[in-house]
């Protein structure tokens, strides 16, 4: 970015509430069903039906916002939200406007080293829409309102960053945070969690915005950090060469990296808000919030503190194993079976098991080789029953199988060689072939040495101590 301007960047994030039924009727919300096979009459606003609030939906709202030490109102208002859409059969949207359940909280990230707190405006609980199908249908498009009266809780916050990296740090966590919560899945590819990025940008120094945009519906980390760069390009493009920036929603293409305009941008008074004639006003009180705050799980930036103290691990790795709730217990349920080998375990799971999950698209929770049994692995490498690679080729046997590393171990017959007699005899025998990388050593290129334990465990077929075949070579070397 021209460095004589500056971005302004605020998120609003769509997070869909784990809930089992719809905000205000009782249908499913399962993922997935036949199209409009999940649409009540109260979804679709048939006449003569009621909406009835979903009190899990309240609840979860609540919770998120005593985990962003934001203010709950303890009186909220359901308003009408009006707009005309073909997947909105209503022709309004049950949503809070004036009055929302979760007032000004934050939430701090950090980007390139730097402590930043980002303010959230509010948290409003609302119903989801249906969905345009445009697949399929010869030059038409399908209706699937399935995902209507779907709860959202929607999270604004202040327009407080500056940059696409740290809007994506901000929605990182955010994401990470309402998984922790459980209340929401996070499944971005299933549209559970998307974000509008409202974008403009000003001369540096500058206080008063400038007319912003907003980018519509963008469900990747990736496809918000790359959108928000196009339209902060497009800005100063625009106004360096003295033209006019138009307020108006905007979609972003993957294919072509670029945003195109959808619609002028509404304000607020475009939408007619009126509170809901049909639903009350939600009163929250104190012993709720107090029933609430109790349930509350650790949160990630404690529990990220907690690993570095407790388990004398570093930021980075504490921050790759606390990024999930599931990562962190089945790391600490590791350390616990195998008595306490934390920095071990640490190294393993953040090198061989997330590498192999990565590597078939897998999260921890299917994790073929449980915590229980990577626990086994990793006593067998403590108390120097195998080396570090032979660990390795039992970890595939493993992730492969449903045998234990001691039974594999046996099986395979892969006991580390510990006698120091059976090693001696093969370091002599090493020695007595290798007389190039011997007077190497001899001369004083260390280097040489590897090469020679290299040997060793070639003829050892990686079974000899590592440890005690470098130590017996230098002796026999330097004796």
């Known amino acids: 970015m021209n460095s004589e301007w500056e971005a302004v960047i605020g998120l609003e994030i769509h997070t869909q509430l784990s809930t089992k039924s719809k905000i205000f009727s009782g249908a499913s919300t399962a993922y997935g069903a036949e199209p409009n096979t999940q649409a009540c ?59 929302p359940i979760v007032g000004n909280g934050h939430l701090d990230i950090e980007v390139d080293g730097v402590t930043k707190r980002v303010g959230i405006t509010r948290a409003h609980l609302e119903e989801d829409a249906g969905k345009s199908l445009h697949e399929d249908f010869h030059g038409l498009t399908g209706i699937d309102l399935n995902r209507a009266g779907t709860p959202l809780l929607e999270i604004v916050s202040e327009p407080d960053m500056r940059s696409a990296k740290e809007a994506v740090a901000y929605m990182r966590k955010l994401h990470e945070l309402v998984r922790y919560l459980e209340i929401c899945d996070g499944n971005m590819q299933e549209g559970s969690f998307r974000c509008d990025a409202n974008v403009s940008v000003r001369p540096k120094g500058q206080q008063e915005f400038g007319t912003r945009t907003e980018i ?66 939600v009163e929250i009180e104190e012993a709720l919030k107090q029933e609430i705050r109790a349930t509350l799980p650790e949160l990630p930036d404690a529990k990220k503190r907690r690993f570095i103290e407790q388990y004398g691990m570093d930021g980075e790795s504490a921050a790759t194993l606390t990024s999930s709730r599931e990562l962190a217990d089945f790391y600490e349920k590791v350390v616990a079976e195998t008595g306490g080998e934390a920095k071990l375990a640490a190294n393993w799971m953040t090198g061989d098991v997330l590498g192999a999950l990565n590597k078939a698209g897998l999260e921890i929770g299917d994790c073929p080789v449980d915590a229980a049994r990577l626990a086994g692995l990793l006593k067998r490498i403590a108390d120097n029953t195998i080396s570090g690679k032979i660990a390795k080729q039992v970890f595939d046997k493993l992730w492969n199988g449903s045998a234990t590393a001691d039974e594999i171990i046996e099986t395979e017959g892969l ?8 090693i001696e005899a093969i370091v002599d025998e090493v020695i007595a072939a290798n007389p190039v990388p011997v007077e190497q050593y001899l001369s004083g290129k260390d280097k040489a040495l590897m090469a020679l334990v290299g040997q060793v465990m070639k003829a050892s077929q990686g079974k000899a101590n590592p440890g005690e075949v470098n130590k017996m070579l230098v002796a026999k070397l330097k004796g």
């Open 41 to 99: 009459a109260v979804d679709l606003g048939l006449p003569g039906v009621l909406p009835v609030l979903n009190k899990d939906a309240v609840r979860k709202a609540v919770t998120f916002g005593l985990a962003i030490d934001a203010q709950i109102a303890p009186y909220s208002v359901f308003a009408r939200k009006n707009y005309f859409y073909p997947d909105l059969p209503k022709g309004y949207q049950i949503s809070q406007y004036e009055l």
């Open 415 to 422: 006991k580390q060689i510990t006698d120091t007699g059976a």
């Open 216 to 281: 519509k519906n963008i469900n990747s980390f990736r496809f918000v950090e790359k959108a928000i760069n196009y339209e902060i390009e497009r800005h100063i493009d625009i106004l360096e060469n003295k033209g006019k920036i138009v307020q108006e929603t905007r979609l972003y293409d993957a294919n072509k990296d670029e945003t195109r305009s959808m619609r002028s941008k509404e304000e607020a008074n475009d939408y007619r808000y009126f509170p809901d004639p049909d639903l009350l006003p």
